[in-house]
Structure formats: C-alpha cells, structure tokens
C-alpha cells in the first residue's frame, strides 16, 4: 500500500499527487493533512511512517514546506528509510542504493511536474541489493 501524509504547507503538492495516482490507478490511502489549515508535520510523519512499517511491502510519501522537518522526524522509526528527493535521479537512487520507503518532498519548493516524476520514479525503481544491502545491513546494526 502507498500512503501519503503532509502538513499545510505540503497539501497542495499532495493534492497533485492524488490527481496522478488516481490517473494511474495506483492504490493509495491518504492520512491527512486534508487542508492548508496550520498543522504540525510529527503527528502526521508518525502516523504515516507507523503504516509503512507495518509491512514490507508498504511505501510512503511526506510532505512539509520544506521536507527536512517529516524527514527528520519520520527517521526516528527504525523501520523507515525517508529519502528527501530533489528530482528523479535521487528519487531513483533513493530506492536503489538505500532501499527507501518513504519519499520525501519540499512542498514549498518542488513544482507538481518534478514531483510526479519523482513519484513515478521511486514507485518503479527497485532495491538493487548486493554492497548496498550489506551498507543497509551497517545502518541497521
């Protein structure tokens, strides 16, 4: 499953993501913010990075006004790996080298164009394994 949070300054992006996956009949659940109302990003990076660690399956997408705040805080979950991409090629190295599960985007930075590449990119991009796995192995230890 693919969630997607945000705080009020990464609504609108998200709003624009909705509109793709939808397009592309991707399953997503959307875990709020659900308006540009003043809200806080830790609330919502948790209850996000919860659902994705849940199953290994599962991936996420944050987004704040600048993306460093739901990265820090969703890298607080062991389980999570939030990679704060600033175009495709992170997005893709993102998922190759470090097996990320959840993107992370700048609402406030990143234009809807870029992030639906971006998002295309880490939802078909796959973990490459071999001398990054072990890196990932070292992280984890």
């Known amino acids: 499953m693919l969630y997607l949070a945000n705080d009020h300054a990464g609504f609108t992006l998200k709003e624009e993501l909705i509109k793709y996956l939808k397009k592309h009949n991707v399953?997503?659940?959307?875990?709020?913010?659900?308006?540009?109302?003043?809200?806080?990003?830790?609330?919502?990076?948790?209850?996000?990075?919860?659902?994705?660690?849940?199953?290994?399956?599962?991936?996420?997408?944050?987004?704040?006004?600048?993306?460093?705040?739901?990265?820090?805080?969703?890298?607080?979950?062991?389980k999570i790996r939030a990679a704060l991409c600033k175009n495709?090629?992170?997005?893709?190295?993102?998922r190759q080298h470090n097996d990320a599960n959840v993107l992370v985007l700048a609402g406030r930075g990143t234009c809807k164009y870029n992030a639906k590449r971006m998002l295309a990119a880490f939802l078909s991009t796959a973990t490459l394994g071999g001398i990054y796995a072990e890196r990932m192995r070292e992280i984890d230890n």
């Open 27 to 78: 399953e997503y659940d959307d875990l709020g913010a659900y308006s540009i109302e003043r809200t806080n990003f830790p609330q919502y990076a948790k209850l996000l990075t919860e659902k994705v660690a849940e199953n290994p399956e599962n991936r996420g997408v944050l987004i704040c006004g600048t993306g460093i705040g739901m990265s820090i805080a969703a890298n607080r979950n062991p």
């Open 88 to 94: 495709v090629k992170t997005a893709r190295l993102a």
